[in-house]
């Protein structure tokens, strides 16, 4: 049974049903949901220029079902009260409808013959969140109403407003000034930001205090104040401050009521902060506040979302007989990509925003799913990664995107770190044709003093990986590689220790095969770039290292059947059939694949068919197989979950893709597409019940077939998944390459397909390229025409004109 449909003439994502919700939507229809979407989407801008430590302007959640830090609406009418988006009063409605769209949310509900609607949206360049309530009589008897919001403030840290209680139930201050409340804890000391929740409406009543607000011994889905219908007028004073305005609204038949609601963020230069003594400068609140005094002003700025959205997903567009495919390439995959650019995996139901930072990996992977879409953006990102890059070419696993400093607190030593580096500039390079940022003077460490040119940062990334071999002439793997939980140099028995900064091995055994793979992978683009750039030299070195390490897995990195996925600290193998659990890895198989290993004497074949016969499942490939029942002391954190559960043969989404990518390879077409449709969102809405995840966007991960949940999801939106998953379905299996010269058109699709249509930006150029499947193979490009004329390659050329081309792509 399906729960939830996408509106295609809006482009939003349509949850419905006329009684209470499923599980599932109940989860969805929380303000917590909303408020994520309505944070993540509202326009880059808005990340950029508010500082990211502040933008949270309510309170932290706990766990992702916490209440409490949504935005809530409850209507009081006659004595009965609820919320438009059910939750969270969680009355049942006669009519309930939540529809996801391009940076905004609405939420519909009526009751009782009173018909609510609210969107949430971020209005581009703007330092806050606009809610829109409607509020209309469908019956034929006037109705009195209330209105009352709600919305519980962060104090500012979200590491110290989760424990240090005994200061913070002391410093809550507001000031209330008509409909403004504002929220001024600390404000009068070393802060100089504060935020306001707003109404452009007089207002019968207000609360700032929670106690008041819900009752000492009630919930969010019975406020006392709600209950009663009357606010208490409380002021904040210590304890939790929150924001809480009551309107009364009359309503003749049909008749509609439209408010506005802003919930802001101001920051003061400190000369300037104060009006009067204790009285907080309000004129920057008060100048956000009138630009959307009133409801037109919201509706043009929703216009303008939409057309910034349109902007950014035109840059690739494909038309194809299947909808769900044209859904999720043109709309769903593309955001998720946006969303990931501005939050890494800072902030979510999944990570609380304390400390994680942006991970040096992570952000140089994400960049390969919105590079096309914000190329100077891309360029920024590139610079402040490298800028936290350490002399001996390795990297701080983590940033502070405020500081542009890597973490101390995290550290370094995951060995894979340095080549994710190289991969986002060769793809910066490819996607724009900017060489120049090669010569861009970058710092290593954030210290200006040992600045050298990027193009010196990726060689020694290069570099980092031989000089740090181990006992077989495999790479490293450090603390751990891609697999964060693949610890094999940290033996903890200390319960609550951290695996991946604890090393308790001098960590010159333990290697990967997974880097090795990337190394190959990777290298070739490292040794293709430097030939572009006219450094044979350096090339011919590069391919040197390459081929040098791709005899060394042959050699040393096949099990027979498939890759191995290392080796420990005993210098025993890891994912091999000789192992009693964890024979056989993902990660090693996609990555020495897509590096060519294994493709001329049929090996790499043997190993993908391997991933399908031991890792396949309807909802995806598991990490690994068998699942580990123990705790291996020489693996680390990947032993220590469940069966089934996220590395240990979970369904991890990030890595199901390097499999597409490696099926491509191969030109498996069909296996390509298929794994990419076992993950897919749109593809999966008939498991809906068993996967309760937003059936729109990725997750990390799928519980695995060793689960006890097996098909259940958990953290989506912020993941790698994102971006490799576009990557995987726009370059490897539709096949547009963005490439030096120009643009490679090489497919690897279903043999079943006829064929399809994508628009691709490339360069300001704008190329329609029409492929055409008439023999029905899977891959091989028989001819290929630019504007009319032949050409004798697969490579689209630059133009550089800005103007539309057409292209005709003949498979066979």
Same mark, same amino acid.
């Given at each position: ?12 994502y ?9 599980p599932?939507?109940n ?6 949901f909303?408020?994520? +979407? ?9 990340? /950029?220029?508010?500082?990211? !430590?502040?933008?949270? !302007?309510f !309170? ?30 969680k ?15 609405k ?26 309530? $409607? ?6 008897k006037?109705?009195?109403v ?5 919305i519980?403030?962060c ?16 410093t809550g ?5 008509g409909?403004v409340?504002?929220?001024k ?14 109404v ?19 919930g ?9 219908g ?10 939790s ?18 408010l ?14 104060w ?9 920057k ?13 919201v ?6 979302l939409?057309v ?8 690739y ?10 859904r999720?390439v043109?709309?769903w ?7 990931t650019?501005n ?9 609380s925003g ?7 990996r ?19 990102? +590139?610079?402040?990664?490298a ?6 070419g390795?990297?701080?696993h983590?940033y ?5 400093r890597?973490n101390?607190?995290?550290g ?10 190289i ?12 060489y120049t ?15 050298a ?13 031989i ?11 450090? !603390? ?14 200390e ?16 290697e990967?095969v997974?880097?090795a793979?990337?190394?190959?992978? +990777? ?8 030939e572009? $750039?006219?450094?044979q ?20 990195g096949?099990d027979?059947?498939?890759f191995?996925?290392a ?28 590096g060519?290993c294994?493709? =001329?004497?049929? /090996?790499a074949?043997?190993?993908l068919?391997?991933?399908e ?6 909802y995806?490939l598991?990490l ?9 002391v020489?693996?680390?954190e990947?032993?220590?979950?469940p069966?089934?559960y =996220?590395?240990?043969?979970g ?5 199901n ?8 390879v191969?030109?498996?077409?069909? =296996?390509?597409?298929?794994y990419y449709t076992?993950i ?30 097996f ?6 939106w ?10 995987? +379905? ?5 096949g ?27 360069r300001?150029?704008i190329?329609?390229?029409?492929? /055409? ?8 490009v ?12 697969n490579?689209?050329?630059?133009f ?13």
């Amino acid at each position: 049974m399906k729960y939830g449909f996408f509106d295609d003439t809006k482009k939003e994502y349509v949850i419905t049903t006329p009684t209470t919700p499923y599980p599932w939507i109940n989860y969805l229809g929380s303000q917590e949901f909303f408020s994520l +979407i309505s944070n993540t989407a509202g326009g880059y801008s808005f990340y /950029k220029d508010a500082k990211l !430590r502040r933008i949270t !302007r309510f !309170r932290y959640n706990n766990v992702p079902l916490d209440l409490g830090g949504g935005r809530y609406y409850y209507l009081y009418d006659n004595g009965d009260f609820w919320s438009p988006g059910w939750a969270p009063a969680k009355k049942e409605l006669d009519h309930y409808e939540c529809r996801h769209g391009m940076g905004y949310t609405k939420i519909s509900g009526k009751r009782n013959e009173i018909e609510t609607e609210v969107t949430f949206f971020v209005p581009l360049n703007y330092n806050g969140e606009v809610h829109k309530v $409607v509020v209309k009589n469908t019956g034929n008897k006037k109705k009195e109403v209330k209105l009352f919001s709600f919305i519980e403030w962060c104090l500012w840290n979200a590491q110290d407003d989760q424990t240090n209680f005994q200061r913070n139930f002391n410093t809550g201050e507001v000031e209330i000034k008509g409909s403004v409340i504002y929220h001024k804890t600390e404000y009068k000391e070393r802060r100089d930001h504060y935020a306001f929740f707003s109404v452009n409406a007089p207002i019968e009543g207000f609360d700032s205090d929670r106690e008041s607000f819900i009752g000492t011994y009630n919930g969010f889905e019975n406020p006392q104040v709600v209950a009663s219908g009357k606010p208490n007028n409380s002021v904040a004073d210590g304890w939790s401050p929150i924001a809480s305005h009551c309107l009364a609204l009359s309503l003749e038949p049909g008749e509609t009521k439209e408010l506005v609601f802003i919930l802001g963020y101001v920051e003061n230069p400190l000369e300037e902060k104060w009006e009067s003594k204790n009285v907080i400068n309000k004129k920057k609140a008060e100048d956000m506040i009138a630009k959307f005094s009133h409801s037109a002003a919201v509706d043009q700025a929703l216009e303008e979302l939409a057309v910034y959205w349109d902007g950014l997903l035109s840059k690739y567009t494909i038309i194809s007989k299947d909808d769900k495919l044209n859904r999720m390439v043109n709309i769903w995959n593309q955001y998720q990509c946006m969303v990931t650019f501005n939050l890494s995996r800072s902030a979510s139901y999944f990570e609380s925003g304390i400390g994680r930072g942006m991970g040096f990996r992570d952000s140089n992977q994400d960049l390969l799913g919105f590079l096309h879409q914000i190329p100077d953006r891309a360029r920024e990102r +590139i610079i402040d990664l490298a800028s936290t890059q350490l002399e001996d070419g390795g990297a701080y696993h983590q940033y502070q995107p405020l500081t542009k400093r890597g973490n101390d607190e995290i550290g370094g030593n995951f060995n894979d770190d340095p080549l994710w580096l190289i991969l986002a500039v060769v793809a910066y390079i490819k996607e724009t044709g900017d060489y120049t940022i090669l010569d861009v003077k970058t710092p290593f460490d954030n210290d200006e003093s040992v600045a050298a040119p990027l193009s010196d940062h990726i060689k020694r990334s290069f570099d980092h990986v031989i000089n740090n071999v181990g006992p077989h002439g495999l790479p490293l793997i450090g !603390r751990a590689d891609w697999n964060d939980c693949l610890n094999l140099n940290c033996f903890s028995m200390e319960p609550g220790e951290s695996f991946q900064t604890t090393t308790s091995k001098d960590g010159r055994v333990a290697e990967s095969v997974m880097i090795a793979g990337m190394f190959v992978y +990777i290298g070739n683009e490292y040794a293709k770039l430097m030939e572009k $750039v006219g450094n044979q030299a350096e090339a011919d070195r590069a391919n040197k290292e390459v081929s040098k390490m791709k005899d060394v897995i042959m050699e040393h990195g096949f099990d027979g059947e498939w890759f191995l996925r290392a080796y420990d600290d005993y210098g025993k193998k890891i994912g091999s059939n000789e192992c009693e659990e964890g024979k056989i890895f993902i990660e090693s198989q996609g990555f020495c694949v897509m590096g060519g290993c294994g493709i =001329k004497d049929g /090996k790499a074949i043997k190993a993908l068919d391997a991933v399908e016969e031991r890792l396949g499942t309807k909802y995806g490939l598991v990490l690994n197989n068998p699942a580990f029942t123990k705790y291996y002391v020489e693996y680390g954190e990947i032993s220590t979950y469940p069966a089934g559960y =996220k590395e240990n043969a979970g369904i991890f989404c990030h890595n199901n893709a390097w499999i597409m990518c490696a099926e491509a390879v191969v030109g498996r077409g069909d =296996k390509a597409f298929d794994y990419y449709t076992r993950i897919a969102p749109a593809y999966t809405e008939e498991y809906s019940e068993i996967h309760r995840m937003e059936p729109y966007v990725y997750s990390q991960m799928v519980a695995g077939k060793d689960a006890k949940r097996f098909g259940e999801a958990k953290n989506s939106w912020l993941t790698g998944t994102a971006s490799w998953n576009f990557v995987a +379905i726009t370059q490897f299996i539709l096949g547009i390459i963005p490439e030096y010269d120009g643009l490679m058109v090489n497919p690897a699709i279903p043999a079943s397909w006829d064929g399809y249509q994508v628009t691709r930006h490339f360069r300001g150029d704008i190329l329609k390229i029409t492929i /055409k499947n008439p023999n029905h193979v899977s891959a091989g490009v028989a001819k290929m025409t630019v504007d009319g004329k032949e050409v004798s390659d697969n490579i689209v050329p630059v133009f550089g004109d800005g103007k539309e081309h057409g292209v005709e792509v003949i498979l066979g």
